[in-house]
């Protein structure tokens, strides 16, 4: 199983950026997925999570300003980010709970893709 991360970039303060992350390979289904964040000197953070049935989650710095969303015929999560501050500048990781066909039920990580946020 594959996660592949894209959508990361350079945008000034107040842009929006879209981040997608596609999972591959021997997929039966996958539970939860989610974004997470790694600034420099920091440590990863959560930033949104959503279930199979779509209920969300979110940490209280994107509240309002971020929204996570999935695709499940795609097995892709997406992350809208609205109004973006120089904070939200890091690495974007995506993560999924993935029952495979053969081996189990495994916790994947995407490769990272960053966001750049400045003027």
């Known amino acids: 199983v594959q996660l592949q991360a894209s959508g990361g970039g350079l945008v000034q303060p107040g842009g929006s950026l879209r981040l997608s992350c596609a999972a591959s390979?021997?997929?039966?289904?996958?539970?939860?997925m989610g974004w997470y964040r790694q600034a420099p000197g920091k440590q990863r953070e959560l930033v949104a999570t959503?279930?199979?049935?779509?209920?969300?989650n979110y940490a209280d710095s994107v509240k309002g300003r971020f929204t996570i969303s999935r695709d499940n015929a795609k097995n892709t999560v997406y992350l809208q980010m609205n109004s973006l501050k120089p904070e939200d500048t890091a690495v974007y990781y995506c993560?999924?709970?993935?029952?495979?066909?053969?081996?189990?039920?495994?916790?994947?990580w995407g490769q990272g893709t960053q966001v750049t946020v400045s003027s």
């Open positions: 390979g021997s997929i039966a289904s996958i539970y939860g």
């Open positions: 959503i279930t199979g049935d779509g209920s969300t």
């Open positions: 993560n999924a709970d993935v029952i495979t066909i053969v081996a189990g039920r495994f916790d994947y």
